[in-house]
């Protein structure tokens, strides 16, 4: 399984952009990544996942680097609510169950 | 509620006993999916379904775990003689297995946390 690396923890000011990092040197062409988070006492929730190209829900954006070995999940405006473990994954079409890092957990300050 | 539903929520046992998970997939999806989760990790993955066929199982931790998906709806995880090392929250999620591989979204239910004394 391609391996991704997070930091273990960030912090964010509320309302304020966080930018969390993912890296992912031995990716594939056919791996696509995605982000889940985990809020406090439930089960993970999908965030977002792109290929190539950077992407965009309500959620979210994906920025990912052109060579593609790393990618930035970024919320755009903290919240509390955002406060959760942010798993950056790498997914191929050959085998679909998540493979789960520890991921970031990030925190929130009002 | 048209999530996946997971019962029960919390389940304390001892030692030694067999205890059993109900998950309910999202009605349209026929890709289930069992996860183990322990404190301060992130979810491991045991087995999954495609419909009733279970495509993957060697990562059941052991003997001693077996699931079924006996009409492709629902799913039961049985854990037989419990042992300490059990403890954990188990997660079940499902997909709509199109066959798109890489771009599948997983939805994740809230997960039955387990307590074996």
């Known amino acids: 399984d391609a391996k991704t690396t997070q930091p273990n923890s960030m912090e964010s000011n509320e309302e304020e952009p966080v930018h969390l990092p993912c890296n992912h040197s031995?990716?594939?062409?056919?791996?696509?990544i995605h982000w889940y988070r985990q809020l406090p006492s439930q089960g993970p929730e999908y965030v977002i996942h792109?290929?190539?190209s950077n992407v965009n829900n309500r959620m979210a954006s994906l920025a990912i680097a052109e060579d593609r070995k790393s990618s930035t999940l970024i919320l755009h405006r903290a919240t509390l609510r955002d406060a959760a473990v942010y798993y950056c994954i790498l997914l191929y079409s050959g085998n679909t169950p998540l493979v789960f890092g520890k991921g970031t957990r990030l925190s929130v300050i009002a | 509620d048209t999530g996946v539903s997971q019962d029960p929520r919390h389940k304390i046992t001892k030692r030694g006993q067999n205890v059993t998970f109900r998950c309910d997939p999202i009605?349209?999806?026929?890709?289930l999916y069992w996860y183990r989760q322990t404190l301060g990790q992130g979810p491991e993955f045991l087995t999954y379904?495609?419909?009733?066929?279970?495509?993957?199982k060697s990562r059941l931790l052991s003997d001693r775990f077996s699931a079924e998906r006996p009409k492709g709806s629902f799913s039961t995880l049985e854990i037989q003689r419990t042992e300490q090392g059990d403890s954990a929250m188990y997660l079940c999620?499902?997909?709509?297995?199109?066959?798109?591989?890489?771009?599948?979204?997983?939805?994740f239910g809230p997960g039955t946390r387990l307590l074996v004394l």
């Open positions: 999620a499902s997909s709509l297995g199109l066959g798109v591989g890489g771009r599948e979204t997983q939805y």
């Open positions: 031995t990716i594939s062409g056919t791996d696509y």
């Open positions: 379904f495609q419909n009733e066929a279970q495509l993957e």
């Open positions: 792109g290929l190539t």
């Open positions: 009605s349209e999806h026929n890709r």
